[in-house]
């Protein structure tokens, strides 16, 4: 199961002081030296974190690949078909939220989505939904033609163990399963860290996880290499 760092907290940290440290592109490539097999951040309309400048820097530098997370506006589109990522990962987004909360309703959405889809893989990149763990979500997502969708295991992550963890367990097992059966290939993120992170390797259907905040915070301790060292030796030892 590979890997992929996802890097904004790096940003946040540099902006709560609007100063020039940490720089994200490093940490990016000091991951990419310990074995992330990709970088993501999110480009938020309000700029909060990532900037384009650091888009641009690690497109340019990047040896794994680069995955934008972006709301599907005009304005995202725009920056997307500047940068090129190697992906481009679509997700809801709400000004006052901390993080990004819940999937991409793609049912609802289905009429906007479709279009916006189309124009960027007509730009050669792909196209990744982050998506609730539910069925007719996954549905939806296939037939609009993506090339692949991130499960959003918040909820399973933020639950104790117990009846209703595991119940949301088998939610995400079940949409990675039937995303797998549509020809998608499977991701899947959200509040996963080095405890919580063990059920979701046993689920054969996912290819890839996207782990941020955990990692962060376990480099403010151990520095960067270090924490995605540990990330990865957990999931090659799964």
């Not at 992929?4 to 940003?11: G, K, L, M, S």
């Not at 959405?109 to 990149?125: H, S, T, W």
């Not at 933020?158 to 595991?166: V, Y």
Request: net charge negative; proline share 4%.
């Amino acid at each position: 199961m590979r890997l992929a760092v996802n890097i904004d907290h790096f940003a946040t940290l540099r902006e709560a002081r609007r100063a020039r440290e940490p720089e994200p592109l490093l940490a990016a490539l000091l991951a990419e030296q310990a074995g992330a097999e990709g970088i993501v951040c999110h480009l938020r309309s309000d700029r909060r974190h990532i900037k384009e400048r650091d888009l641009l820097l690690l497109r340019e530098a990047l040896k794994t690949k680069l995955n934008m997370e972006m709301a599907a506006t005009a304005d995202m589109l725009k920056v997307a078909l500047k940068v090129r990522p190697d992906v481009a990962s679509l997700v809801p987004e709400r000004p006052e939220e901390l993080t990004t909360e819940g999937g991409l309703d793609v049912v609802a959405n289905r009429a906007v989505l479709g279009p916006f889809v189309k124009r960027l893989q007509r730009a050669g990149i792909r196209v990744s939904i982050f998506i609730g763990p539910d069925l007719d979500q996954i549905r939806a997502a296939a037939a609009l033609g993506v090339d692949l969708v991130e499960i959003n295991t918040g909820i399973y992550a933020d639950l104790k163990p117990g009846r209703a963890q595991d119940e949301a367990f088998a939610a995400v097992k079940d949409a990675a399963e039937l995303a797998a059966k549509l020809g998608l290939e499977v991701h899947a993120g959200h509040g996963l860290d080095y405890r919580n992170v063990f059920p979701i390797l046993a689920i054969p259907e996912i290819a890839e996880l996207s782990i941020g905040f955990s990692v962060v915070a376990r480099a403010a301790i151990v520095g960067i290499e270090w924490a995605v060292r540990e990330m990865k030796a957990l999931l090659e030892n799964e």
